[in-house]
């Protein structure tokens, strides 16, 4: 399968422990987007990286977020001392970058419930 | 925050029917892009049209453009059970490299067979 995986596919944690997402982006996409999607809303844009480097981050994304995505390739989403909030859908994208078409291919997701 | 808003939020329709969703939006865009979403997982990109578009056809789907109004449409046609899903309008403006998506709240659409 050559789509965007992710792992675990859902995460059950207490309030206050730490959790950590991976996201594998299609092998040739230089880009690599983070979303988070709560119920019955549409995701929300959190980070992005273009290539290893950290471009764009959300003021969705509180100092207890941080994403990394060393040589480029995967990328990790790590979320401190977990709160009930932060409960939802956490989704990664990836691109090729063309100019002025930039489709993003989606993974399935990771559904994190904060206890 | 969320820039488009879909209509309507919720659709049910006979197996066979067309469907058409509407979507508004607030700024300026580079291009637009629908999505669907099964109950639960990860998005399925359905088309994108460019700002400099009207109207782009594929398969049994057609989306129309319209920037002076700042809406835009999606029509599957011959509808089947298995359309049955969430579907989302999303914006681009790129900011310098940056092509992130801002999508709406989503509208809800049911096939009946």
């Known amino acids: 399968d050559t789509g965007v995986s992710q792992d675990p596919r859902h995460k059950i944690t207490k309030r206050g422990q730490n959790v950590t997402f991976r996201c594998d982006p299609i092998?040739?996409?230089?880009?690599l987007y983070w979303y988070r999607q709560t119920l019955g809303q549409g995701p929300e844009f959190l980070t992005y990286?273009?290539?290893?480097?950290?471009?764009?981050k959300s003021r969705l994304l509180s100092d207890r977020f941080s994403a990394e995505r060393p040589k480029g390739s995967f990328s990790t989403l790590e979320i401190q001392r977990t709160e009930q909030g932060d409960s939802a859908m956490y989704l990664c994208?990836?691109?090729?970058?063309?100019?002025?078409?930039?489709?993003?291919?989606f993974g399935p997701g990771t559904r994190l419930t904060v206890l | 925050s969320q820039q488009g808003e879909e209509d309507p939020q919720a659709l049910s329709i006979q197996e066979g029917e067309n469907a058409t969703m509407n979507c508004s939006y607030k700024t300026s865009i580079n291009n637009l892009q629908w999505y669907r979403q099964n109950s639960g997982r990860g998005l399925v990109h359905l088309i994108l049209i460019r700002s400099n578009e009207r109207e782009k056809h594929s398969g049994r789907l057609r989306v129309t453009l319209d920037t002076s109004k700042k809406s835009s449409s999606l029509l599957i046609t011959a509808s089947r059970a298995a359309d049955t899903a969430s579907y989302f309008c999303a914006t681009v403006l790129f900011t310098g490299a940056n092509s992130k998506l801002t999508f709406g709240k989503g509208i809800t659409l049911s096939v009946r067979p």
């Open positions: 092998s040739e996409h230089n880009r």
């Open positions: 994208a990836s691109s090729f970058g063309l100019a002025g078409v930039d489709t993003q291919y």
């Open positions: 990286f273009q290539n290893e480097a950290q471009l764009e």
